[in-house]
């Protein structure tokens, strides 16, 4: 007898077969021929090879036919944006003469709506989409949001098979997915996994992906993920690699986030969000602690990153922490960055937030989310004066009328930082050269003396939280101490 798990093979007598089935059943808490194993008193029973490939033959026949191949065409052009990012599959960065690359999509809509990658279409000069049954048509880009990496085109055709997109929210880890696609320019092609996490936050705003081990390579690029009911759960958009291929670690953007850009992006052609004008991060322990705050729910504001902007005129502040937005509760820094862009341009809203030990409120109205500008460059203000404060593994000196006037600070006071050590708490912690520390703990750092004296006042602790200013922009940084 022949047992296959996952492209693994086991040649196994028949008087062995049983035992093997059983140890996987056993880990997976089913009960075979009637004998219950694992917690549970009543459990299905498990199904046979035959049922199980048949699971994954009715996905493929059901969306198959809506998935597509799409060959894009570039002119030369400067990158921008995507050459820090080499481990998005599907997509070759231009760089001299004519580019081509090929990538994925999926048809949701009867008349030819597609939904893709950005960084598959969104800077295509011309794209050709091929359909499962080897028609070919021209597509036309119908709008992109770079934000998400997800891109609506449009082919000129009636009566195509199409997709349905499930609701991701209800996807759990460990539920058994496909990924339909084009890797390396193959087209019709399905690979399987199971759902390895979801909520995933990587680096971006609108991060909330679900990860993978469903294999995504080069050329996945704008595919379905797909559950076992046939629906699409996610779009296939980057995967974690050493080698260039896939490494079992892919990333979809979930359906109900797919679903709310693409209806926007047929309606207006691009996506607007709210904008409060604010940096965020997590609160943590240390930052609860050092800020009076009881418990690590809510969004702390770093920074309030333009003085006109609506946190600015509401009278929010770097420290604060918000813990309710519209009536409806703040548990975490994603969330509310998800309220803000589902909440419509114009609309006045209330803030509850906490600062100086109590709880206060706000109202505002939202802004519409501008363009991200590129970070200041930091210069360098020279030796002189430089004093160390070991513990972290930092050199600083005073900031000066001409270091205000380089590094566009917001205040003429601080400690700069001249020099990172190797290997040291301040690298760990991800501090630079050119950072301007105004607080330690829960004390103001005017000038180097200040922060070198509270330095060598830590006592034990494991680590302790520093405001510091870079760019032009407030941060709470984390240093470990040991």
């Known amino acids: 007898m022949e047992i296959n798990l996952r492209n693994h093979r086991w040649k196994v007598s028949s008087s062995r077969a049983l035992a093997v089935v059983g140890a996987i059943a056993l880990g997976l808490g089913l009960s075979v021929h009637g004998v219950v194993l694992g917690q549970q008193s009543e459990q299905a029973p498990i199904p046979s090879p035959s049922e199980f490939s048949r699971a994954f033959i009715n996905v493929a026949k059901k969306l198959g036919p809506a998935v597509v191949n799409i060959d894009v065409r570039e002119k030369a052009r400067q990158p921008s944006g995507l050459e820090n990012m080499p481990n998005i599959p599907g997509f070759r960065i ?80 460990g539920e058994w997915v496909v990924a339909l696609g084009s890797p390396f320019g193959l087209q019709k092609t399905m690979t399987a996994g199971i759902v390895s996490a979801t909520g995933r936050a990587l680096t971006g705003t609108y991060d909330n992906y679900i990860q993978t081990d469903a294999s995504i390579n080069p050329g996945n690029s704008g595919g379905p993920l797909v559950n076992m009911a046939g629906e699409v ?41 709210g904008f409060l004008g604010v940096s965020l991060k997590p609160v943590t322990a ?86 991200q500008n590129a970070a200041a460059v930091r210069p360098s203000s020279g030796d002189e004066g430089r004093a160390s404060a070991s513990k972290l593994g930092i050199s600083v000196d005073d900031v000066t009328p001409d270091l205000v006037r380089q590094l566009h600070l917001r205040s003429p006071a601080g400690a700069v930082i001249e020099e990172v050590q190797p290997g040291s708490p301040a690298e760990e912690a991800g501090l630079q050269q050119g950072d301007v520390v105004h607080r330690i703990g829960s004390a103001t750092v005017s000038n180097a003396q200040d922060l070198i004296k509270a330095v060598r006042q830590l006592r034990g602790g494991k680590e302790v939280v520093l405001q510091v200013e870079r760019g032009g922009q407030l941060s709470f940084v984390t240093v470990p101490l040991e």
């Open 94 to 173: 231009p760089q001299q003469g004519p580019q081509h690359g090929t990538g994925s999509g999926v048809i949701i809509s009867q008349d030819g709506y597609i939904l893709t990658n950005n960084h598959v279409a969104g800077n295509a000069d011309r794209m050709n989409v091929t359909l499962a049954d080897g028609r070919e048509f021209k597509a036309k880009r119908v709008g992109t949001d770079p934000e998400t990496d997800l891109a609506v085109i449009k082919i000129d055709a009636e009566n195509l098979p199409y997709a349905e997109l499930g609701d991701s929210d209800k996807l759990e880890q």
């Open 286 to 371: 240390a930052v609860a602690e050092t800020i009076g705050y009881h418990g690590t729910e809510g969004a702390l504001v770093d920074d309030v990153t333009d003085p006109n902007s609506p946190a600015a005129r509401a009278g929010l502040q770097s420290g604060d922490v918000i813990t309710g937005f519209d009536g409806k509760p703040v548990a975490s820094r994603q969330q509310l960055v998800e309220m803000v862009a589902e909440t419509p341009v114009g609309k006045s809203v209330t803030v509850k937030y906490f600062r100086d030990g109590r709880p206060r409120t706000t109202t505002l109205r939202l802004a519409e989310r501008p363009d």
């Open 233 to 273: 759960v996610g779009i296939n958009t980057m995967i974690f690699t050493r080698s260039g291929g896939s490494e079992g670690i892919g990333f979809s953007i979930p359906s109900n986030m797919a679903h709310k850009i693409y209806a926007e992006l047929i309606r207006n052609g691009k996506v607007t969000r």
